[in-house]
């Protein structure tokens, strides 16, 4: 009758003894990486940098890195001179016009990584523009006959160019009619399928649509048309939007930063996925997130 009270005595010591050993246990802190990483941008603005900056620290914070933005300064060479006086381990360029700031920090050996654009001799993460034009040409032959199908392609979006090169043989294949994008542009009768291959071509087709310049029953096929895709979907102003993701290239840029600048990675292009989003397909569990970022 004794061996039960004198196990749970023992059971009771043994949980004090576990808890006071267990609350004055040194847990060691994670250890604090010296790599600092400056993400450089024209403004600070929109649901995309959110996103870009939020897969930025996440992929830093594995190896207890740092990751700051700074705006783009007047004084480019000056600039990159401070990110290399103070040991920035690389810089992360998110710029309309990433040019002038490549060839100032060409010149001071910090390494660079381009998030957004294909640019020859460097480590660039963007999306899969390629994929994406295929993607969208498909959609469109899908849903009507070539000779239905307008092809919107625009010259001075670099992004929108790989887009339409990739699609260069099937548009022959099928004898599709193309027109260069302009401010003033014409949408001729006859098609009921626009592929716009820009975003801005995309965002300024929903708004006539919204407006009624456009006729209604267009069925307009694009490229993601920022914080409003959500409403452009929804109300029936586009049909289907290539999306980029965000998160996505900017982990995948910090782990190319910190390949480059440890030497271990040649230039190179790095591609995210591009999915084909549309009002079926918007509320899946793996496109909220591009639908609706702020949610996140």
Same mark, same amino acid.
């Given at each position: 009758m004794k061996k039960p009270g004198v196990i749970s005595l023992a059971c009771i010591l043994a949980a004090i003894a576990l808890f006071i050993w267990g609350f004055n246990l040194q847990h060691p802190e994670p250890e604090i990486s010296e790599n600092r990483y400056v993400l450089l941008i024209d403004n600070d603005t929109g649901a995309f940098l959110m996103q870009l900056r939020k897969g930025l620290q996440e992929a830093a914070?594995?190896?207890?890195?740092?990751?700051?933005? &700074?705006?783009?300064s007047a004084n480019v060479a000056a600039q990159a001179a401070e990110f290399s006086a103070s040991s920035v381990t690389a810089v992360i360029l998110l710029l309309v016009n990433?040019?002038?700031m490549l060839l100032?920090?060409?010149?001071?050996?910090?390494?660079?990584?381009?998030?957004?654009?294909a640019i020859d001799g460097y480590v660039c993460v963007t999306g899969n523009d390629a994929g994406a034009g295929l993607v969208l040409l498909d959609r469109a032959l899908s849903?009507?006959?070539?000779?239905?199908?307008?092809?919107?392609? /625009?010259?001075?979006?670099?992004?929108?160019?790989?887009?339409? /090169?990739?699609?260069?043989?099937?548009?022959?294949?099928? &004898?599709?009619?193309?027109? &260069?994008?302009?401010?003033d542009v014409y949408i001729p009768a006859g098609f009921s399928v626009l592929v716009s291959m820009s975003r801005r071509s995309t965002r300024v087709l929903a708004d006539g649509v919204a407006s009624g310049t456009l006729p209604s029953d267009y069925h307009i096929l694009g490229v993601d048309t920022g914080d409003n895709r959500a409403l452009d979907l929804e109300g029936g102003l586009v049909s289907a939007l290539v999306v980029d993701n965000p998160y996505a290239m900017g982990y995948i840029a910090l782990e190319k930063a910190r390949l480059l600048a440890n030497g271990n990675l040649p230039t190179s292009l790095y591609t995210c996925e591009m999915p084909l989003i549309d009002r079926q397909n918007m509320y899946l %569990?793996? %496109?909220?997130?591009?639908?609706?970022?702020?949610? &996140?």
């Open positions: 914070s594995i190896q207890g890195e740092r990751v700051s933005v &700074q705006s783009l990433p040019e002038p100032a920090l060409s010149e001071t050996g910090v390494p660079v990584v381009v998030v957004g654009q849903m009507a006959a070539p000779s239905s199908v307008l092809i919107i392609t /625009d010259e001075e979006d670099p992004r929108s160019r790989v887009r339409v /090169d990739s699609i260069q043989e099937t548009l022959q294949q099928n &004898q599709l009619l193309t027109l &260069q994008w302009s401010d %569990n793996e %496109n909220v997130k591009l639908v609706f970022p702020l949610l &996140q």
